[in-house]
């Protein structure tokens, strides 16, 4: 039996005060939309209809799902009038699932359960208990049978008092949903066309309209503005704090963590405070990372400390740390650092497609970029590679056991032979031979009876 999903998007979110479309704010690393798109993606809908309207072409440049297709809705009149552009789109049976792009959270569980619920003949509600339920469409029963959702302006005072909400999330026979679309009239408070006066037709056609819950609160909350979408954020990442701690992680304090992507741990690793982790990060056993690092698209391996405020930024390429290695503070490992056991990368050092072998030290103040460095090479304080011409990138080779002295300049393309030593200030512009010293700089001179000048009064 098809399952299509169909995700309404089209609203502008006035109260987000952004010219941004509102399910393209991000929460954890990625928008509001492409995490109800990887959520439908993961219960296999043969299409996944999304509806866009504020924005359109922004929303629809900016995520992406397999089966996904596009659907338009302007002017945004209700969210009957939204479904009803996704009709045409939908199987002629079989369930449509109806998601909503600014509640990012919802679980894959609950939602087929929703699907399992509606069973190809009735109509499923996601429903939830809140305190305050404020602004949500109240669950009208009759014993335990549903027979309407009211929308809070459309409430009487008596169903106002009523804790009982839809999420927003439903799934529906699809031949039934097509059928009821068609009848929705604008005859309410705002002139518009709800989709819920679906669940009054399916009463009126005996079709049964079941409800299932969530596992919390949090999965179906929405986001209408920046404080909802903090409210969010600190859900998210307290849950994700709470797993990895559980999972034996030691966090400095979960309050203060942050997880953008995927995070994958071994065992004992400690993190402290202010951290952060986007893309794919993949932490080794005992690997200990300090207070406010940022750590993007990287494989550190165990035993790796990371100290207080390194960046490490792997984009596309990645960012891979050796085992035992130490790491800042202060540095930045930039895409295509490859780092092998023991690598010494110091402070205020910069690291950019190099590789480093085993033992290699680069301590303070330095660049390497676009250089191969040997084993146990001692990399002096302010010494760079100069890697590039104006037009192209050129290598620095350096071999094992290569001493650099200070404010050194490698002046690519160029190779250093092992064992060789290069006196500190040198600007290198031709190969240095193995095992020998090699000094660049000019002879040191001093003035006898030099005054330094002085201000005229």
């Keep these: 039996m098809a399952l299509d999903i169909v995700i309404m998007a089209a609203g502008k979110g006035t109260?987000?005060?952004?010219?941004?479309p509102k399910v393209l704010h991000q929460l954890a690393g990625r928008s509001l939309l492409?995490?109800?798109?990887?959520?439908?993606?993961?219960?296999?809908?043969?299409?996944?209809?999304?509806?866009?309207?504020?924005?359109?072409d922004e929303v629809q440049a900016a995520v992406s799902a397999p089966n996904l297709v596009f659907v338009r809705q302007m002017p945004q009149l209700g969210t009957g009038h939204a479904v009803q552009q996704a009709a045409p789109a939908l199987h002629d049976e079989g369930t449509t699932l109806i998601l909503n792009g600014d509640v990012p959270l919802i679980e894959e569980t609950t939602a087929r359960a929703l699907v399992a619920a509606c069973g190809g003949d009735k109509l499923a509600l996601l429903t939830i208990e809140l305190p305050d339920a404020s602004g949500y469409g109240?669950?009208?029963?009759?014993?335990?049978?549903?027979?309407?959702i009211v929308e809070h302006k459309d409430a009487t005072s008596a169903q106002r008092n009523?804790?009982?909400?839809?999420?927003?999330?439903?799934?529906?026979?699809?031949?039934?949903?097509?059928?009821?679309?068609?009848?929705?009239?604008?005859?309410?408070?705002?002139?518009?066309?709800?989709?819920t006066d679906i669940v009054a037709m399916a009463v009126a056609d005996g079709v049964p309209v079941v409800a299932t819950q969530p596992h919390s609160e949090t999965e179906v909350l929405g986001v209408n503005s920046p404080l909802q979408l903090a409210d969010l954020e600190r859900r998210y990442q307290r849950a994700r704090a709470d797993a990895l701690m559980e999972a034996g992680v030691r966090l400095a304090d979960p309050a203060r963590f942050d997880v953008r992507g995927e995070l994958s741990c071994g065992s004992d690793v400690e993190i402290d405070v202010n951290c952060v982790f986007e893309g794919r990060v993949e932490l080794g056993d005992r690997v200990h990372v300090g207070a406010n690092c940022v750590i993007r698209n990287a494989r550190i391996a165990a035993d790796a400390v990371i100290h207080p405020f390194t960046h490490i930024d792997g984009e596309a390429l990645g960012v891979t740390v050796g085992a035992g290695s130490l790491i800042g503070p202060f540095a930045r490992l930039r895409p295509g650092a490859v780092l092998a056991e023991g690598v010494h990368i110091g402070n205020f050092v910069e690291v950019k497609n190099s590789t480093l072998a085993k033992g290699a030290k680069a301590n303070h103040l330095a660049y390497l970029g676009d250089a191969t460095v040997g084993e146990r090479v001692n990399y002096g304080a302010g010494s760079i590679t100069a890697n590039y011409?104006?037009?192209?990138?050129?290598?620095?080779?350096?071999?094992?056991?290569?001493?650099v002295g200070s404010n050194c300049v490698l002046v690519a393309p160029v190779s250093i032979g092992a064992g060789a030593t290069i006196g500190g200030g040198t600007t290198l512009a031709k190969d240095a031979p193995a095992g020998q010293l090699t000094v660049a700089r000019a002879k040191q001179v001093t003035l006898t009876?030099?005054?330094?000048?002085?201000?005229?009064?």
């Design 389 to 403: 011409d104006g037009a192209n990138k050129h290598r620095t080779v350096i071999g094992n056991d290569v001493h």
């Design 162 to 195: 009523i804790h009982e909400v839809y999420t927003g999330l439903m799934a529906v026979p699809t031949r039934h949903l097509k059928r009821w679309l068609g009848r929705l009239t604008n005859d309410n408070a705002q002139g518009e066309y709800y989709l």
């Design 34 to 56: 492409q995490h109800v798109l990887q959520t439908a993606a993961a219960l296999g809908g043969q299409r996944i209809v999304t509806i866009i309207g504020h924005g359109a």
């Design 449 to 457: 009876g030099w005054v330094r000048p002085t201000k005229k009064k």
């Design 15 to 20: 109260r987000m005060k952004s010219a941004r």
């Design 138 to 148: 109240r669950i009208v029963r009759d014993g335990e049978a549903v027979r309407a």
